[in-house]
């Protein structure tokens, strides 16, 4: 679809693009090329909101993707990627299979599994050479849609064409952890531990440890807020605001678990979702009040960091909030 990276280009070529900036401001219309870096860099979200779209071209589109996506606008960057992945004018700028690609992982983040498996088939077709992510990403969508098992033999199978890549195994851990399976997940992370003794690249290598610091930490914490939860009615939990929060949590996490199985859909589904996730949110909007009020500074932060989480997996799944001034739905994006 669009031109492939050539040897003549810079190496360094942004994810999504075929060319490097330089290459697009030197080939590419002035007035183009500064309204895509202007969307990227400069513009505030109400000026973003302000665009007219209706006739962009697929390279304006992608810059607002992407402005969407950094401001957790999730469905408004699936539409401008559902209008590239349209196109019947490719842009020579662009690179497709990589826009494809991050179409399919917002499609699966918001629980739109079939699209997203069709999104992967069509990539696979366009470029012979992301079969690899492809079939990485196949195996995600899986275990997120409940075929778990058929989508952990396709870890396996991958896993073992590649023992020195940790990163196959850390992505079947992201996708068991957010299924609930953290036992599993931490198992996955033991074995990504195991494949860093092969990386030879000392930057790669402390990519990979962080991010098994980051999943190994996160599984055991669920792991134990869950234990947690099942044993909230035996004697001995200690009261406070630093309970309170481990039990909101232990609750947000088995909600996360709920949607990525079953993802609200129907009117009924969104909106028993949205009365789990509203209450949710009240509850953690008074502890962060009993903070303010004890002085605790420490609280409040984490209540705030506990607050901002409902929101964001709200977003994913297309959820609307009560905004809690008022009563009222938080506006959709």
């Not at 792991?223 to 949590?249: H, K, N, T, V, W």
């Amino acid at each position: 679809m669009s031109e492939h990276r050539g040897e003549d280009l810079p190496e360094e070529v942004p994810i999504g693009y075929a060319w490097d900036f330089e290459t697009q401001q030197r080939r590419l219309p002035k007035e183009e090329y500064d309204l895509h870096r202007a969307i990227l860099d400069d513009l505030e979200e109400e000026d973003l909101d302000g665009l007219d779209l209706s006739r962009a071209s697929d390279y304006v589109l992608w810059a607002a993707a992407q402005a969407f996506e950094e401001l957790e606008r999730g469905g408004d960057a699936v539409a401008c990627l559902k209008r590239i992945a349209a196109s019947a004018s490719p842009h020579p700028a662009l690179s497709y299979p990589d826009i494809l690609l991050r179409l399919e992982e917002l499609l699966k983040d918001r629980g739109d599994y079939d699209e997203a498996l069709a999104v992967l088939a069509r990539v696979e077709q366009e470029d012979a050479a992301l079969k690899d992510a492809c079939r990485e990403e196949r195996a995600s969508v899986l275990v997120l849609s409940g075929r778990i098992e058929e989508g952990v033999r396709l870890f396996e199978a991958a896993a073992r064409e590649a023992p020195e890549d940790p990163w196959v195994l850390l992505i079947a851990a992201w996708a068991l952890l957010q299924r609930g399976r953290y036992e599993e997940a931490l198992s996955w992370v033991g074995r990504a531990e195991q494949a860093l003794r092969w990386v030879e690249d000392r930057e790669e290598a402390l990519k990979a440890r962080e991010e098994i610091a980051k999943l190994r930490k996160e599984s055991a914490a669920r792991l134990e807020r869950r234990r947690r939860l099942i044993d909230a009615g035996s004697p001995g939990a200690p009261p406070g605001l630093g309970s309170a929060r481990e039990e909101m949590l232990a609750r947000l996490d088995a909600e996360e678990v709920r949607l990525v199985e079953h993802p609200p859909r129907d009117a009924m589904a969104l909106s028993r979702a949205t009365e789990r996730l509203a209450g949710l949110q009240q509850r953690a909007s008074r502890a962060w009040d009993d903070a303010v009020e004890a002085g605790d500074e420490e609280a409040i932060a984490a209540f705030d960091d506990l607050m901002a989480e409902i929101a964001s997996l709200a977003e994913r799944f297309g959820i609307e909030l009560p905004d809690l001034t008022s009563g009222a739905p938080t506006p959709g994006r």
